[in-house]
């Protein structure tokens, strides 16, 4: 007799689609270069949507990039077609860490808020993303939970700093 197959929970592919689409290099590059956009547009716009078409389409151009590269560097081994697939998974996660932010900036503009108080919702989402992040990497390192609320902490104020930076090169 065979053992039963058991499936994973609901929740469970529920937190893994979550970990593939936001635990990921690009994941996390892609919303710190969506925040620096956003604190590039912020000096140079009158209105919450303006920041946001700026700064989505900066992203999008970026994320088209990233999959060109992938693909230049991948069609010799994989084909074009899996190689442009495997690019626009990868880079996936670019668009996807963004949308907590991007939802802050939707709202801010709904609701009429100034771009500096928008601005400052949306720092605070990417802070709150990089902060899950960091939680997350210390949780799968088995860490205590004042460490993993230090490490939430310490990677959020990283990513918000080299937020700032690529704001002051820009």
Known sequence: MSAPVTRPSHLARVLAWFDVRFRSPAAIYGLIVFAAFVSIADDHTDSVWEVLESAVTSLVVFFIAHVFAHTL??????????????????????????????????????????????????MWATFAVLGLLGYGAYARRKASIPMRLVGAVATACLGVFIVLLEYAVH
């Not at 899996?82 to 991007?102: C, D, E, F, K, W």
């Open 73 to 122: 560097t991948e069609h010799a081994a994989h084909g074009l077609r899996r190689a442009t697939r495997q690019g626009l998974r990868h880079g996936s996660g670019m668009l996807y860490a963004s949308v907590p932010a991007i939802l802050v900036l939707v709202y801010a503009g709904i609701a009429g808020v100034p771009v500096p108080d928008a601005f400052e919702a949306c």
